[in-house]
């Protein structure tokens, strides 16, 4: 079965900086799409970016030129890196990996989640 795990979240000033970290185990990563979900209190689950196994990449309008998402298949390791923060940003953010259906990613399983908070 596999397990997701992700770290890095924490609390940034806005203009500030993080990466976040997800570690698969229990499957061949190397194989699927990944993604970053996050979602905000009383807000919907946003899909924030997502990458091919290839290591193509794909971004929402509200991180494209501040986010980067990028995998180390070595070590089974998908990341988010994260600049120019603002406070709309404040969310849990979730690691999936998945897949493609008519070229629209569909997760299939999740981490934990790692809070990540921009305030000053």
């Known amino acids: 079965q596999v397990q997701l795990v992700e770290s890095g979240g924490g609390l940034v000033q806005p203009g500030g900086s993080l990466r976040l970290s997800c570690v698969a185990s229990?499957?061949?990563?190397?194989?699927?799409?990944m993604a970053w979900y996050r979602q905000a209190p009383g807000k919907e689950r946003e899909l924030v970016a997502h990458?091919?196994?290839?290591?193509?990449?794909n971004y929402a309008d509200s991180v494209k030129g501040r986010f980067t998402i990028s995998r180390d298949n070595s070590k089974n390791t998908l990341y988010l890196q994260m600049n120019s923060l603002r406070p709309e940003d404040t969310a849990v953010y979730y690691c999936?990996?998945?897949?493609?259906?008519?070229?629209?990613?569909?997760?299939?399983?999740w981490g934990q989640g790692t809070q990540v908070t921009v305030s000053s």
């Open positions: 999936t990996d998945g897949g493609y259906s008519e070229r629209t990613y569909f997760a299939r399983s």
């Open positions: 229990g499957s061949d990563f190397s194989i699927y799409a």
């Open positions: 990458i091919t196994s290839s290591g193509r990449a």
